[in-house]
């Protein structure tokens, strides 16, 4: 009913905004998920996400349980910067980026997870990050067809396999190349990886776009 929902949405932001980590404030927070699943909360980093608290991954950005490394480096971005994200997820840092850059700035996320990467669009438009760029796909050696596996309860753990798995769209260095070029130009650019173990073919895939970037 509304009142539930409307409820649960109380409950969840308000255990998000408590400072104190009591125990059970995850298995709370799961087990008002279905309650509030589409519904923006704020997270602790600032920024507002569509709530999917049955997915850890969700309930990390919003509780603020990846720490302060990214953020901060984040943070230390100037106006008309670039920052790549690859392995996305639901845009958390994207959107931190989007805010420190500014409208002259250029943000290019990866995702594959295509639920996810609506996500991430639907948070770009709720926080007003109309400079972020959005493409469907993970990052790899080819521009192919991949696997990934995709735990059920944690989106941000999902990788990719030669074995059994989701289709999912990757492309290369004949891919990434010209799309970096045209949209993030010569910019200073921070990169964000985060690919469950793949990070070397990432690199790889980008190597020659490195030598052409002002990168951090």
């Known amino acids: 009913s509304l009142m539930i929902t409307t409820l649960s949405v109380w409950l ?70 670039a920052f790549v994200d690859i392995g996305a997820n639901a845009g958390l840092f994207s959107i931190l980026a989007a805010r420190a850059v500014g409208e002259t700035g250029a943000i290019v996320a990866f995702e594959p997870q295509q639920r996810l990467a609506a996500e991430l669009l639907q948070n770009a438009r709720i926080n007003g990050a109309g400079n972020v760029f959005v493409v469907g796909a993970a990052v790899g050696a080819s521009t192919c067809i991949a696997r990934m596996e995709v735990p059920a309860r944690h989106s941000g753990t999902a990788f990719v396999t030669k074995g059994e798995g989701s289709p999912v769209f990757m492309v290369g260095p004949d891919v990434v190349l010209p799309l970096l070029h045209a949209y993030v130009g010569k910019r200073a650019t921070l990169i964000k990886i985060d690919v469950e173990g793949a990070e070397l073919s990432v690199l790889r895939a980008l190597e020659s776009t490195l030598a052409q970037l002002d990168v951090a």
């Open 12 to 81: 969840a932001q308000a255990i998000i905004n408590l400072d104190w980590r009591f125990r059970g404030r995850e298995r709370l927070l799961r087990m008002l998920g279905p309650h509030c699943r589409g519904v923006p909360l704020t997270s602790r980093y600032g920024v507002r996400l569509v709530a999917n608290l049955e997915d850890t991954t969700n309930r990390f950005c919003m509780d603020g349980a990846y720490g302060d490394g990214i953020s901060s480096a984040i943070a230390r971005m100037r106006a008309g910067d």
